[in-house]
């Protein structure tokens, strides 16, 4: 039978070295050399790099004042995870299987000294056999990261970015540089005497008017040939359907598991969310299990219609959940943390919950990111949040084009099937994008399914998740943006924009929605200060005032977020105080997100949506678009929209 052991509980060691010095090492324990430019420390892990050298003194809090700046020498070394796999954990004649669910981004694997593999990417798992390299007792891990890629942050080209690493990281106009190195998702050793379940993936198909439901699990096994593979479903602990199967039809086949009644799967504030446990076992001939590995599941129906009043080629913005229209309402979701190696079930748990309570029911998780921990997809399954995932990419600003040579090709197909067969089975996720603002030029065209790439992540979308609906891009359609000129033309489909209220909230903000003829808003927003709390407890050095871009800290994340101008327009003098600013800035993000939010709501169902740019600060700006601040809680703005969220009418 199968052991999992958890190195999470293990006691790691974080060493940092002038790049390649510790090749030249010929201690078992590169955590006890001497020639260690940084000599070893207490390592998290899961955790970032960073996390653990704050935690021991060598780099400040990046999140205070300019420190970040302080941070930057990190990507500039390697870096080794080290610890021991116990003694008793080692048993002669069995497999011995490293699975890494994420690391941050390339470097090697050792063993007692010896190379293992080595690795590269962030946003897939890594599988490592160790079995060769084990010695009965005395085994030491090492996991060595190598140098970041120098640059994939928010200005360039990403016809060039195909290094396969969050972006976000290196600076985006909400967040500082602070290019995380580590082991970012779980971490565990697989003990088996090579029977056992190698893969499972699985996702659901409902007929809602009849509540029936059906389960499609596929995936393979390694097993003797008079062993059986069983799948169970089950509600509360009740089993409610099984079926089993030999091992080589599932191999071949998988399993299809037919059920009725089923209990329905709503967003929030639609209805219930009741889920179910699925169980895959693998049974060798007399019945007993030899592995076992299971998933959380839920039954809906999805379907897209068009806006109503939309031209007939448009594409499908109204969400039908079980045959009922839902207007798409909630945020963008970007990264709680730069450091998401770090974050615990309670950091997504506070948000996720705070997003319920104010009415959401849909993300657009960014694609300048990476996959969500299974936590995220997880609470979103329990609370009603509907999920639209993006794979990683994302514009540039001075061309928005994905690569086009089969290499990066290739390798963002990989992405994207182990995207797919990671995260199908969760009945939050709605539909797959390719990904963020992709433009075929600087006028705002979006991309479509004549580029390789964006055409390849649909084929493997299609193959392997064919209930689900794939969009090339957000925005998407003739125009990436809302012009006015052109309303009543068919023009304007998913559009992204404005972020921001450059004249007069009356009449110029108010006309301008006024005139909105847009099938959905997969991007709006407008920006707000944090509170006076968090920008005077993040300062540090410097001082708050006064609120424009001459003051380093109000022009961390560019000046665009800036607004004293325009409250010296509408106040007649300069802002005498933070508290005076920050208030005016609260009232006028929360005066514009209600118009916005009301405008769209109010046009259901010729308009499918509106998903605000952006969600929560993943950085405490001192002033951003975000509706939910640095500490997880709502500013002004997410307490205005509630009663527009709430109102289903």
Same mark, same amino acid.
């Given at each position: 039978?199968?052991?999992?052991?958890?190195?999470?509980?293990?006691?790691?060691?974080?060493?940092?070295?002038?790049?390649?010095?510790?090749?030249?090492?010929?201690? !078992?324990?590169?955590?006890?050399?001497?020639?260690?430019?940084?000599?070893?420390?207490?390592?998290? &892990?899961?955790?970032?790099? !960073?996390?653990?050298?704050?935690?021991?003194?060598?780099?400040?809090?990046?999140?205070?004042?300019?420190?970040?700046?302080?941070?930057?020498?990190?990507?500039?070394?390697?870096?080794?995870?080290?610890?021991?796999?116990?003694?008793?954990?080692?048993?002669?004649?069995?497999?011995?299987?490293?699975?890494?669910?994420?690391?941050?981004?390339?470097?090697?694997? #050792?063993?007692?000294?010896?190379?293992?593999?080595?690795?590269?990417?962030?946003?897939?798992?890594?599988?490592?056999?160790?079995?060769?390299?084990?010695?009965?007792?005395?085994?030491?891990?090492?996991?060595?990261?190598?140098?970041?890629?120098?640059?994939?942050?928010?200005?360039?080209?990403?016809?060039?970015?195909? @290094?396969?690493?969050?972006?976000?990281?290196?600076?985006?106009?909400?967040?500082?540089?602070?290019?995380?190195?580590?082991?970012?998702?779980?971490?565990?050793?697989?003990?088996?005497?090579?029977?056992?379940?190698?893969?499972?993936?699985?996702?659901?198909?409902?007929?809602?008017?009849?509540?029936?439901?059906?389960? &499609?699990?596929?995936?393979?096994?390694?097993?003797?040939?008079?062993? =059986?593979? +069983?799948? =169970?479903?089950?509600?509360?602990?009740?089993?409610?359907?099984?079926?089993?199967?030999?091992?080589?039809?599932?191999?071949?086949?998988?399993?299809?598991?037919?059920? %009725?009644?089923?209990?329905?799967?709503?967003?929030?504030?639609?209805?219930?969310?009741?889920? #179910?446990?699925?169980?895959?076992?693998? /049974?060798?001939?007399?019945?007993?299990?030899?592995?076992?590995?299971?998933?959380?599941?839920?039954?809906?129906?999805?379907?897209?219609?068009?806006?109503?009043?939309?031209?007939?080629?448009?594409?499908?913005?109204?969400?039908?959940?079980?045959?009922?229209?839902?207007?798409?309402?909630?945020?963008?979701?970007?990264?709680?943390?730069?450091?998401?190696?770090?974050?615990?079930?309670?950091?997504?748990?506070?948000?996720?919950?705070?997003?319920?309570?104010? *009415?959401?029911?849909?993300?657009?998780?960014?694609?300048?990111?990476?996959?969500?921990?299974?936590?995220?997809?997880?609470?979103?399954?329990?609370?009603?949040?509907?999920?639209?995932?993006?794979?990683?990419?994302?514009?540039?600003?001075?061309?928005?084009?994905?690569? @086009?040579?089969?290499?990066?090709?290739?390798?963002?197909?990989?992405?994207?099937?182990? #995207?797919?067969?990671?995260?199908?089975?969760?009945?939050?996720?709605?539909?797959?994008?390719?990904?963020?603002?992709?433009?075929?030029? @600087?006028?705002?065209?979006?991309?479509?399914?004549?580029?390789?790439?964006?055409?390849?992540?649909?084929?493997? &979308?299609?193959?392997?998740?064919?209930?689900?609906?794939? =969009?090339?891009?957000?925005?998407?359609?003739?125009?990436?943006?809302?012009?006015?000129?052109?309303? *009543? +033309?068919?023009?304007?489909?998913?559009?992204?924009?404005?972020?921001?209220?450059?004249?007069?909230?009356?009449?110029?903000? /108010?006309?301008?929605?006024?005139?909105?003829?847009?099938?959905?808003?997969?991007?709006?927003?407008?920006?707000?200060?944090? %509170?006076?709390?968090?920008?005077?407890?993040?300062?540090?050095?410097?001082?708050?005032?006064?609120?424009?871009?001459?003051?380093?800290?109000?022009?961390?994340?560019?000046?665009?977020?800036?607004?004293? +101008?325009?409250?010296?327009?509408?106040?007649?003098?300069?802002?005498?105080?933070?508290?005076? #600013? &920050?208030?005016?800035?609260?009232?006028?993000?929360?005066?514009?997100?209600?118009?916005? /939010?009301? %405008?769209?709501?109010?046009?259901?169902?010729?308009?499918?949506?509106?998903?605000?740019?952006?969600?929560?600060?993943?950085?405490?700006?001192?002033?951003?678009?975000?509706?939910?601040?640095?500490?997880?809680?709502?500013?002004?703005?997410? /307490?205005?929209? @509630?009663?527009?969220?709430?109102?289903?009418?």
């Amino acid at each position: 039978m199968k052991k999992t052991y958890d190195l999470s509980q293990l006691d790691w060691k974080l060493s940092g070295w002038v790049p390649e010095l510790w090749r030249a090492n010929t201690d !078992q324990l590169i955590s006890e050399s001497d020639s260690a430019e940084i000599a070893a420390i207490p390592a998290k &892990v899961p955790g970032s790099v !960073q996390y653990s050298l704050r935690e021991a003194g060598v780099i400040p809090d990046w999140n205070i004042g300019l420190n970040y700046r302080l941070c930057e020498w990190v990507e500039n070394r390697h870096w080794i995870y080290e610890t021991q796999i116990p003694d008793a954990w080692v048993e002669p004649g069995k497999t011995f299987i490293l699975n890494c669910g994420g690391l941050d981004y390339c470097g090697e694997v #050792y063993l007692n000294g010896k190379l293992v593999s080595d690795f590269c990417g962030t946003h897939v798992p890594h599988v490592f056999d160790l079995t060769e390299q084990l010695e009965p007792s005395g085994n030491v891990l090492r996991i060595f990261f190598d140098l970041s890629p120098r640059w994939l942050g928010q200005f360039g080209c990403t016809s060039k970015m195909d @290094k396969w690493k969050p972006r976000f990281n290196y600076f985006w106009d909400w967040t500082a540089r602070l290019v995380q190195i580590g082991i970012w998702d779980a971490i565990s050793l697989e003990v088996t005497d090579g029977k056992k379940i190698d893969s499972f993936r699985c996702w659901t198909e409902t007929d809602a008017a009849a509540a029936k439901g059906k389960v &499609v699990a596929l995936g393979k096994v390694t097993a003797c040939s008079c062993a =059986t593979v +069983k799948l =169970t479903l089950s509600k509360g602990g009740k089993a409610v359907a099984e079926k089993s199967v030999p091992a080589a039809s599932f191999n071949e086949a998988g399993i299809t598991l037919d059920t %009725s009644p089923v209990e329905l799967w709503w967003p929030n504030l639609a209805g219930s969310q009741p889920l #179910y446990e699925l169980k895959l076992q693998l /049974l060798d001939g007399s019945g007993k299990e030899i592995d076992s590995t299971g998933k959380r599941v839920g039954f809906r129906e999805i379907r897209w219609e068009q806006c109503e009043g939309s031209c007939p080629d448009s594409d499908p913005w109204i969400c039908v959940v079980n045959g009922k229209k839902v207007f798409m309402q909630g945020a963008n979701w970007t990264p709680i943390r730069p450091n998401f190696a770090d974050l615990t079930e309670a950091d997504y748990r506070k948000r996720l919950e705070l997003y319920k309570d104010l *009415g959401a029911n849909t993300f657009r998780v960014w694609g300048g990111a990476s996959l969500e921990k299974e936590w995220f997809y997880d609470i979103c399954d329990e609370l009603g949040l509907m999920v639209w995932q993006e794979f990683p990419l994302s514009s540039s600003t001075m061309d928005c084009i994905p690569p @086009k040579d089969e290499k990066s090709i290739s390798e963002m197909a990989e992405i994207g099937k182990s #995207y797919v067969e990671r995260r199908q089975h969760h009945p939050s996720l709605i539909i797959w994008c390719g990904g963020n603002e992709l433009l075929n030029s @600087k006028e705002w065209v979006t991309a479509d399914m004549s580029h390789p790439m964006i055409a390849r992540l649909g084929k493997v &979308v299609e193959e392997f998740d064919p209930t689900r609906r794939y =969009t090339p891009t957000s925005p998407s359609g003739p125009r990436a943006g809302f012009d006015a000129a052109n309303a *009543g +033309k068919g023009l304007h489909w998913d559009i992204h924009g404005p972020w921001k209220c450059e004249s007069d909230i009356e009449p110029e903000w /108010l006309d301008y929605w006024t005139s909105d003829d847009s099938l959905l808003r997969s991007e709006t927003g407008s920006p707000g200060a944090s %509170s006076a709390e968090i920008i005077r407890s993040t300062v540090g050095d410097y001082d708050v005032m006064p609120p424009v871009a001459t003051n380093p800290i109000w022009r961390r994340h560019l000046d665009w977020w800036i607004e004293e +101008k325009q409250f010296v327009k509408e106040k007649g003098h300069k802002p005498e105080t933070l508290e005076e #600013y &920050v208030e005016w800035s609260q009232a006028r993000q929360a005066k514009c997100l209600t118009i916005a /939010l009301m %405008s769209a709501k109010i046009r259901f169902p010729r308009c499918g949506g509106m998903i605000f740019w952006m969600g929560h600060d993943c950085f405490p700006c001192a002033a951003n678009t975000s509706i939910i601040d640095f500490n997880g809680d709502p500013k002004p703005a997410a /307490l205005a929209i @509630k009663s527009i969220w709430h109102n289903n009418s």
